[in-house]
């Protein structure tokens, strides 16, 4: 288990409840977006706003802890700040996996002298096996 308490003091915020249980759901489902967070966040802390977790998602993208993974034709998810990695999407059931990527390419990039590198997201759509293992089922029947 992760210690958020840390993770926030590291980025310079407050560990107030609200943030710490912020963190602990998203690391909980890896990617989330806020609709699915707050439902899930006040059935623990009721008396949270649905402002209070808005202000909170934005003052830790801001300051580095956790990343907006923005998706095609659908609202932003939230995951976790870690290492370089790309991002499966699924078209059908809007499932997101994290995919590893090799950081020598990476740093290739970065070290381009005509463009200065501030961040990166790669982001790649098509079907997860879940998915496609159904159509097959379905096309068969």
Do not use: W
Request: glycine residues 4%; neutral net charge.
């Amino acid at each position: 288990m992760k210690n958020y308490v840390d993770i926030l003091k590291k980025a310079d915020l407050k560990a107030t409840l609200q943030r710490t249980a912020i963190l602990e759901i998203i690391d909980q489902y890896g990617h989330i977006g806020i609709e699915q967070l707050y439902q899930t966040i006040i059935r623990s802390h009721a008396t949270l706003s649905l402002a209070t977790v808005y202000k909170n998602i934005i003052t830790m993208v801001e300051k580095g802890v956790i990343v907006e993974v923005a998706i095609m034709g659908s609202k932003p998810q939230y995951e976790l700040k870690k290492a370089e990695h790309i991002h499966l999407i699924c078209q059908s059931c809007g499932s997101v996996n994290d995919e590893m990527i090799d950081s020598d390419d990476l740093k290739l990039l970065k070290e381009r002298k005509d463009f200065r590198f501030a961040s990166s997201q790669i982001n790649l759509y098509g079907l997860c096996k879940v998915c496609i293992d159904t159509s097959h089922t379905k096309a068969s029947a």
